[in-house]
């Protein structure tokens, strides 16, 4: 008796653990919080903090793949800023170690709240484009305060996407298609007519530098003892950190690849930046730290790339 009892214990246990798991972690939907009232996505992790990130992450992630189906496109960062306060964890539930969580967004409340961050980013836009017109910047100034009204466009192209996709009506003028492309193609001119200072190590330098030269752009070996008018200067500046761990008998390298654009002579007048990380192992140190260094400057190369595209 004792033996079958064993026997069953065997069998049924597996099954009882995966049961306890409910059934909102396995579909990140849930009856309590209908498709048709609440975005919604689960995930498991290490903790309920980690859970919680990949989560929140997902959930981002599908809404931003369902705007894309519209065939909205390029406002992942601003979206995220959108999203971020109206995401909440729901549900929670733990077992043998591993934690779920279920996050989601009330479509409701979402709707008033974008529609009045759309009436702010519209007033925004309409006092930014007339101190626009009316600015004497030059140079990397100039480019900075496009930047700013720009970033106002895609903060409210992802409002418009957002709204889309709550089956809310969207209106877009003509007239400010064709002032926003004005703007682009003034920021295009102004980073056209700069010379740029490549700030890197070795052969990336190299290699950035053909790149610029290759596309058109001015390159110069230093940057000029002062600052002169009607020139804009802007610096490249490329780093990589990287940090040696022991793991499994070999050696794991862990890097972070920064690139920044700036004016040469306002280090806080910045153009571009980008961060990348990642990681790589092998036995041989020599090997990680190779692979290492290759991955980082592939990154750094990449973001320089479409730097280019978008001045071009």
Known sequence: ???????????????????????????????????????????????????????????????????????????????????MPFCEVRLKHSERGKYYVLAAIDKSSFKISIEEELSYIERMLFDANLILDTSRNTGSSRIREIDGVLELYERRDAIYSLKKLLKESVAVSDITAYEREKLVQQRKELLKKASYY????????????????????????????????????????????????????????????????????????????????GETASLEENDAKEKARTASEKEILSEIENFLKEAL
């Open 1 to 83: 008796m004792k033996r079958l009892l064993f026997v069953l214990s065997v069998f049924l246990f597996p099954a009882l653990v995966s049961a306890a798991v409910p059934e909102w972690a396995k579909t990140g939907r849930s009856s309590s919080y209908p498709q048709e009232m609440f975005f919604t996505a689960a995930a498991s992790g290490s903790s309920y903090e980690n859970a919680e990130y990949l989560a929140k992450k997902d959930l981002f992630s599908r809404i931003i793949a369902e705007t894309k189906k519209q065939g909205d496109k390029g406002q992942e960062s601003a979206m995220d800023m959108l999203l």
């Open 198 to 277: 490549i700030e890197a190590e070795g052969a990336l330098k190299t290699k950035i530098r053909d790149l610029f030269a290759k596309n058109g752009f001015v390159v110069v070996n230093a940057n000029p003892a002062r600052e002169e008018d009607g020139e804009t200067f802007l610096t490249v500046k490329c780093s990589i950190q990287s940090l040696k761990t022991m793991v499994n008998g070999g050696i794991k390298y862990d890097w972070i690849a920064d690139t920044v654009l700036y004016d040469s002579f306002s280090n806080d007048t910045v153009i571009y930046s980008s961060t990348a990380a």
